[in-house]
């Protein structure tokens, strides 16, 4: 049976990678697409999702329209220069014809999750915040859902927007205080593996030439990505962040996991950490407030070259 998800997104070109490749794939039933600011602002996030339902041929998927803000601190701002001043690589797709549903994210994912006890896997490849929202509204979801894979954290390495935090951690640390801290099942698909799965630019030719119009459109939006990582790095490669949980979901044998608690840190200079209690013996780390009893999977390796065959195989 396809896998029921809600996919919590803030598109964003990893994040429309991440969508055509879950549709693709076949194996999911995407009840929903909750939005989320982070690369750009929420209300620009919702636009950007229905519009590339259109793109892709599946309006009869809902879009609720999340959190403009993070629980308690300033949003930082989008980043026009990695994903383009309208998060599609600055191609300016044309208005979309349908609108959001009348409920909230948060509101969407209580009342789904509620009504299919034991059936929901909650994919955010973005902030928190909806997912913390609703766990407010309604703790007993912690109970209900099947799992929560995210992307986001920075277990063993380095973050990518300071030395401590991921992007989206760092969009909204209470939030993910939250999540992680909630006793259910949390897979973190973070900076330990999404820095390993990347595409090169011969690779990402692929979409262009396809005759697939979701294809074609990622085509379109990835060389504003590119430019920005040969500016970064000196390679015109492409990290699959958000991509990486989807194809976590589809192949999970082709990933190497471990299990740790995770604390999320608010505050001081490394705000967002996702910091994991790496050892063993006697220190116990719930001392320091980490959630023993149900610590995350983090995912830390993987067959790369399996996982981007894979994605291509969509494209």
Do not use: C
């Amino acid at each position: 049976m396809a896998e029921k998800i809600i996919f919590d997104t803030d598109p964003g070109i990893d994040d429309t990678i991440a969508l055509f490749l879950a549709l693709a794939s076949g194996k999911f039933d995407v009840l929903g697409l909750t939005t989320i600011f982070g690369n750009v602002h929420t209300d620009l996030a919702t636009t950007n999702a229905l519009r590339l339902l259109e793109i892709a041929g599946r309006t009869d998927i809902p879009v609720a329209h999340g959190a403009d803000k993070p629980l308690v601190r300033p949003y930082h701002g989008p980043v026009p220069h990695i994903h383009g001043a309208d998060g599609q690589g600055d191609v300016n797709l044309p208005p979309p014809s349908t609108k959001a549903i009348d409920q909230s994210a948060a509101q969407f994912i209580v009342e789904q999750v509620m009504s299919q006890p034991g059936e929901i896997t909650l994919v955010p490849v973005g902030p928190l915040t909806n997912i913390a929202l609703a766990l407010h509204i309604q703790p007993k979801i912690a109970e209900k859902v099947k799992r929560v894979v995210l992307m986001g954290g920075a277990a063993l390495v380095p973050g990518n927007v300071n030395p401590a935090a991921e992007a989206n951690i760092f969009n909204d640390p209470e939030a993910a205080h939250v999540v992680f801290s909630a006793p259910w099942d949390v897979t973190m698909v973070g900076l330990d593996i999404t820095h390993q799965v990347l595409l090169t630019d011969e690779q990402l030719k692929a979409f262009a030439a396809s005759d697939k119009a979701t294809s074609q459109h990622v085509g379109k939006i990835i060389p504003l990505y590119l430019d920005f990582a040969h500016k970064m790095m000196g390679r015109q490669v492409m990290y699959m962040h958000d991509p990486t949980a989807i194809s976590y979901l589809l192949k999970p044998e082709l990933f190497e996991t471990r299990q740790y608690p995770v604390r999320v840190e608010t505050q001081g200079m490394s705000s967002g950490k996702t910091w994991v209690w790496s050892r063993t013996g006697d220190f116990p780390p719930d001392h320091f407030g980490y959630n023993v009893d149900h610590p995350a999977t983090i995912v830390v390796g993987a067959d790369v070259e399996a996982v981007n065959a894979m994605t291509l195989s969509y494209v």
